[in-house]
Every structure is written in structure tokens, then in C-alpha cells.
């Protein structure tokens, strides 16, 4: 079967190759922890489940929603980005749904690249800043995120040529994969380029919800200027632990929200409007389960930091999301260790190579899973690489 050019243009699914790993594992009879992607172990709360249920009851819900969204999602949206961020957004003009922020993210590449065009993409990253302007026909271009530069994009470094062709500029904070929280004039700093280069920000706010240390994440948006040349994308998958029901909002310039509006309406058919409804529920009602989560994060971080700490690992401790992201001991590179643990113990961690060339040298440990097996796993690691 003859399949798209553009399908070669992308390597396979990072997930992919893990999840075809562990499986060959398993099929040995092995019992394989897998540390490796992140999707919350706790079931959505229940005042989210109920609403679904109530609005599922509904035959007003059963028929073909519209990409536009229920005023209901788009103000709920709206109420929530005031009260948690203190930000305005029209309800009318300023949010559209998005069937979780990797859809998002994938077409707004679609709607903003032609060929030739570029997409700046942190490196390392989330896999769909790269693989998403690769498939619309584009090219990301790499941008490094160091720790010396507390993972703050070194926008300096992108070339002039680069500068001309680039559509969109990629940022996440609280960042996958390195864990990092915004650092500070990170976002003026877009805001100035955006304007000198003529781009859109796409701010994805996947862990906005999932801090510790009393650290609260600011919005792309509450920046000065902002709104003028970007947009946020903001999920409920790892706040809310909502991953399976693919909800997000895309929220901020009017303009972008329209052009990704027409886009879809030739793509998708939009979000279930009683998941909409109980999106509304999780924005209105979940603060407390969002909390409580980001309480037990913050205890596995613990775990996770101690544990690597007692086995020679320099980690640093983030303040926000779902992973641990650490250097790999001397002697090793990100896969040659990753492969080390999973031999030697039967776990499965990330090897930061795979987020980006500047993630070599790390890996990542997803913190959703439950404690005991976090704690078998952190002890299966210090028994079999020392410590
Ligand atoms: C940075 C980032 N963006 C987006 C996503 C996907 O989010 P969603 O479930 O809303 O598609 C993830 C999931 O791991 C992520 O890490």
C-alpha cells in the first residue's frame, strides 16, 4: 500500500516505540513498572462524572455539536481564566474548544504553515512541536532549552532566515519534559519577538494546575501585549485527570481563534456537548481535586528526588507537572541508561534524546503511578544501579 510522503517525514510516535518495548517485556513474563508516559492514575472526579452523566441524559446533547462550542464551555472558560488568572476573555470572540491540546497544537500547524514556513519548537519538547509542522508541510526549527538559562527558550540563537520564515513559536510552561516553571520575563520576551518577527505564541498550558511548593502558574495571557500576538491552549487532561475525554480550550487572540475555528469546521465536527458541560463542571468545581492532586505529585516528586539523590543522581526538584527530569550518571547517554534500567530492573524511564537533541544526557520519570509502585520501582533502580 502506498502511503503520504509526508507520513516519512515523521519518526514513529515516542509512545510508540515505549509502549512496544514494555509489551515485549510482558510477553516475557516479566513485571515491567513503566515510569514512562504521563497519564494520571486517579479516575476524574466525581462532580465531573456526574455532570456528564446528567448532560448525556439530555437529548439536547446528541446531535453534531459545533466547533464554535456552547456558550456554556465558552463562558465557563471565560469565568475560569478571570478568577484563576485574573485575565479577560471575550466568550464570544476569545475561546473555542479543542478535543485536547494535541489536536490543538497538530492543527494549528495546519492553519498557520504553508511550505517553506517554520514552527519554533523547544528542544527538548513535546513530540507534536515538531512532528506537527513536519505533517502540515513545514519545518520546526529547534530551539534549546537549557538549564543554565532555567529552560528558557534561547530565542537569540534563532538565525535571521529562520526568524523570516517562522509562523509560530511554541512554548509550555510547566514544561514536559523538563519540568521547569516559567521563567521569569520569559513571556515578554515572546511577546517582544512575536512583535519584531511577526508570529503567533502559541502558549500551551497543559500543567498550569499542577504545581507545588505554593508555586502558582501564571497564564501566557496575563502578559502585557500578549493577547495581541498570541494564544493559550489550556487542557483539563492533567489537572483535572481528564486525559481520556479530550477537553481543552483554546483561548486569546481573535483572530487565531477564528482561523483555527474555520480549519476545523472542514476537519472535526467538535467536542460532545455534554463533555463541554462537564468541562464547565471540572473549571467550576474542581479546584479542590486539582489541589488535592498536585499534593500527591508533590509527595511522589519527593519519593522520586530522594530516591535518585541516594543512587548518585543530581536532580533538581520541579515546582510543577508530572515528571522528574534528571541527568543520567557519568559513563552513560539517555539510551544506553534508559536500556540499562529497564534490563536491570524492569522499568521503563523516558531518555530525554527523544524530546530533542538537547534533552541527551536525561531522562524523565513520570510521576502517575500509584505509590507502592513508585516506591517498587525506585527501589528495584537503587537495588540493581546502586546506591
Ligand atoms: C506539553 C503537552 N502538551 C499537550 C499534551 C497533550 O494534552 P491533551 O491530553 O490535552 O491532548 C501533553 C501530554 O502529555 C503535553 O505534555
Request: hydrophobic letters at 40%; glycine letters at 10%.
Amino acid at each position: 500500500m502506498r502511503h503520504a510522503q509526508r507520513l516519512e517525514r515523521i519518526p514513529p510516535y515516542l509512545f510508540a516505540e515505549l509502549e512496544r518495548k514494555i509489551s515485549a517485556k510482558r510477553e516475557q513474563g516479566v513485571d515491567v513498572i513503566s515510569l514512562g508516559i504521563g497519564d494520571p492514575d486517579t479516575p476524574t472526579p466525581d462532580v465531573v462524572v456526574e455532570a456528564l452523566r446528567g448532560a448525556a441524559g439530555d437529548p439536547g446533547t446528541h446531535q453534531y455539536p459545533s466547533n464554535r462550542g456552547r456558550a456554556e464551555f465558552r463562558e465557563g472558560v471565560a469565568s475560569f481564566y478571570s478568577r484563576r488568572f485574573g485575565v479577560e476573555l471575550d466568550p464570544g470572540t476569545e475561546v473555542v474548544p479543542a478535543l485536547g491540546a494535541k489536536e490543538c497544537v497538530f492543527n494549528l500547524n495546519l492553519a498557520f504553515l504553508d511550505p517553506g514556513d517554520a514552527a519554533l519548537a523547544s528542544d527538548p519538547g513535546y513530540p507534536v512541536y515538531t512532528g506537527g509542522p513536519l505533517l502540515a508541510g513545514g519545518d520546526p526549527v529547534l530551539v534549546p532549552l537549557r538549564p543554565e538559562r532555567d529552560f528558557a527558550p534561547d530565542l537569540e540563537a534563532v538565525s535571521a532566515a529562520d526568524r523570516e520564515r517562522a509562523r509560530l513559536l511554541f512554548l509550555n510552561y510547566p514544561n514536559n519534559p523538563t519540568g521547569a516553571v516559567a521563567p521569569d520575563g520569559v513571556f515578554e520576551e515572546a511577546v517582544a519577538f512575536a512583535r519584531a518577527n511577526d508570529l503567533l505564541v502559541v502558549h500551551d498550558a497543559s500543567y498550569t494546575e499542577v504545581t507545588f511548593d505554593g508555586y502558582r502558574a501564571p497564564s501566557f495571557l496575563e502578559t502585557p501585549g500578549a493577547k495581541e500576538v498570541g494564544v493559550e491552549i489550556f487542557s483539563l487532561s492533567k489537572g483535572y485527570n481528564m486525559t481520556g475525554w479530550r477537553t481543552a480550550a483554546m483561548v486569546g487572540n481573535a483572530e487565531a481563534v477564528a482561523s483555527y475555528w474555520r480549519l476545523k469546521t472542514n476537519i472535526d465536527s467538535g467536542m460532545f456537548e455534554a463533555v463541554q458541560l462537564a468541562a464547565v463542571a471540572a473549571l467550576e468545581q474542581g479546584d479542590e481535586v486539582a489541589h488535592e492532586m498536585s499534593r500527591i505529585y508533590e509527595r511522589r516528586r519527593d519519593l522520586v528526588v530522594d530516591a535518585l539523590r541516594a543512587i548518585g543522581v543530581a536532580v533538581v526538584p520541579p515546582r510543577g507537572t508530572i515528571y522528574i527530569w534528571a541527568p543520567v550518571p557519568e559513563g552513560y547517554d539517555s539510551a544506553s541508561y534508559c536500556e540499562q534500567v529497564l534490563q536491570e530492573s524492569a522499568v521503563v524511564i523516558s531518555p530525554g534524546s527523544s524530546y530533542g537533541p538537547n534533552g541527551e544526557g536525561f531522562f524523565r520519570i513520570s510521576l502517575t503511578i500509584a505509590d507502592e509502585r513508585l516506591e517498587e520501582a525506585l527501589e528495584r533502580m537503587r537495588s540493581s544501579l546502586g546506591g
